[in-house]
């Protein structure tokens, strides 16, 4: 035991670390240790976004790495801290929320020129904690884990997985659970709530800082607030259209949940549907369905227009602005549309969408609601004999299908496979796998793992298991956000 201590004090994690958050006006954060726990222990790494990172893969395996992706062992060149933020919760707002269970390790710029957070999360209390404990349990960590990079294997901007850890330590929810730690990255952890923060203050050099760093690391070429404006609105109407695409409900679209570089952030509640019905809803705290399927673009608008109300106090002439922002928040249900219309047309092996394919489209959408078809599985058999065995009216979806014959591209099957994933993290799945990990098997998580992160593949015998739609009484209908 002694000669392994030394041992891991001896090793240098080598993490390239280059802070910029960290050097902006205090009040944006709050400088902040992990809490360190007791005995931690490695579930899951991530060689392949290492690499990507600019970090050496065979750090992930290091004898201390457990310890520094559980916050024991801080690495040369972090420099920790807790980003404070407001936000809209379900409508209401909040002016302070901020890290309450998460601690910023730093920045590295990857390989590819793009620079990222390294967050860990569940690593103890912080100034924003309220009455939390600042830490996560196992469930939320493998389902974020899961979740997070299967959406980036489908192609959807999100924050990703570094590595997950157990830490040896109970954390109590409605039962005892075992605590884990996630590192999170993201291109940054800069929501429209931490504009909100400021705004709401009047601090406007903090709002003013924060629009240049956003400016500089995510949207280089905008010229000032308001092609800020545009083009986080153009790249979140996008990726509500990719979230649509794949039957997503995120769950949780609070304004502090909304990461201004566009990319899915929070997987508390979130759940993919397996049949589809465009008004389900999952999180069971979401009483009114705010966050519905088919509210998310909506609430998608609803948000930005939030974001225009944080960026007005920057504008010298505030009416002009005021009437300015508000017409590009009106654009947006025609840049979501645009983007919807892409999606949906390459769902159905349409190259060049125009605006008479959205009939075909709804109809096949709506089709599939009134039977309750798989959504997944409905398009990525569409081309097969068994798609209509999705359905119970199948002369109605064989009319379509006649119509769909005639309208779909020639490379169709091409455009579709690359289009429609054959696996998704289904909800029952990761409930299984949440269950054994808990039993201490963590042999199904790696297993669900390998499969979501493979999305488009070929189905072999191996990974058909996981493309299996759940009969209704595997069916899990509800996600909570005890995380
Ligand atoms: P979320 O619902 O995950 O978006 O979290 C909303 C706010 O609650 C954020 O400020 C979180 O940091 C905070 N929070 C959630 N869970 C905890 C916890 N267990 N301990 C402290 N803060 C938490
Ligand atoms: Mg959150």
């Known amino acids: 035991m002694r000669f392994w201590r030394r041992d891991w004090h001896g090793f240098k994690m080598q993490i390239p670390f280059d802070n910029t958050y960290a050097k902006l006006p205090p009040q944006m954060f709050t400088a902040q240790l992990p809490t360190p726990v007791k005995a931690p222990q490695m579930i899951a790494t991530n060689a392949a976004l290492a690499a990507l990172l600019g970090i050496d893969p065979a750090v992930l395996s290091a004898p201390n790495a457990a310890q520094v992706f559980a916050g024991n062992h801080i690495p040369d060149g972090a420099s920790p801290l807790a980003q404070v933020y407001a936000g809209h919760q379900f409508g209401n707002w909040n002016p302070q929320l901020g890290d309450g269970r998460a601690v910023l390790l730093g920045e590295v710029v990857g390989t590819d020129g793009i620079r990222r957070d390294i967050q860990l999360k569940g690593s103890g209390p912080t100034p924003y904690s309220r009455r939390g404990d600042g830490r996560a349990w196992l469930g939320p960590v493998m389902r974020e884990y ?28 409605e039962q005892i ?15 429209v709530g931490t504009f909100q923060y400021f705004a709401s203050r009047g601090d406007l050099a903090a709002l003013q800082a924060l629009t240049d760093h956003v400016i500089a690391r995510h949207y280089p070429t905008a010229k000032g607030p308001a092609d800020l404006l545009d083009q986080v609105i153009a790249r979140y109407a996008a990726l509500i259209a990719n979230w649509m695409g794949l039957g997503f409900i995120h769950g949780v679209m609070n304004t502090d949940n909304v990461s201004i570089a ?28 705010r966050y519905a399927y088919a509210n998310q673009p909506g609430i998608g608008a609803w948000n930005m227009a939030q974001f225009a109300t944080a960026l007005i106090p920057l504008m010298p002439d505030r009416d002009a602005a005021i009437t300015d922002f ?74 379509w299908a006649v119509r769909w014959q005639q309208r779909r591209s020639e490379d169709a099957a ?70």
């Open 177 to 191: 659970l075992p605590g884990a730690v996630i590192t999170r990255v993201a291109q940054s952890h800069i929501r």
């Open 326 to 399: 508000t017409a590009a928040v009106h654009r947006m249900p025609a840049i979501y549309e645009a983007a919807w219309l892409k999606v949906f047309g390459a769902k159905l092996g349409i190259a060049d969408p125009i605006a008479e394919d959205r009939a075909l489209i709804t109809e096949l959408l709506d089709l599939m609601a009134k039977d309750g078809a798989d959504f997944t599985n409905t398009f990525a058999n569409l081309a097969s004999p068994q798609a209509r065995d999705q359905f119970i009216n199948r002369d109605a979806f064989d009319a």
């Open 146 to 173: 899961l979740v997070s990079e299967a959406m980036h294997a489908l192609g959807v901007p999100t924050t990703r997985a570094l590595a997950a850890v157990t830490t040896g330590e109970r954390v109590y929810r």
């Open 414 to 483: 091409q455009i579709m496979a690359l289009a429609n994933p054959q696996i998704i993290p289904r909800n029952h799945l990761i409930e299984a796998v949440i269950t054994a990990g808990l039993d201490g098997n963590d042999a199904p998580f790696h297993a669900l793992l390998a499969a979501v992160t493979a999305p488009y593949a070929p189905l072999s015998e191996a990974t058909a298991p996981y493309a299996r739609a759940p009969s209704k009484s595997e069916q899990v209908t509800q996600t909570f956000c005890g995380t």
């Open 262 to 289: 566009g990319e899915t952030i929070d997987y508390g509640p979130c759940a993919f549907m397996d049949d589809f019905h465009p008004d389900s809803v999952f999180s069971a705290i979401d009483q009114y369905g």
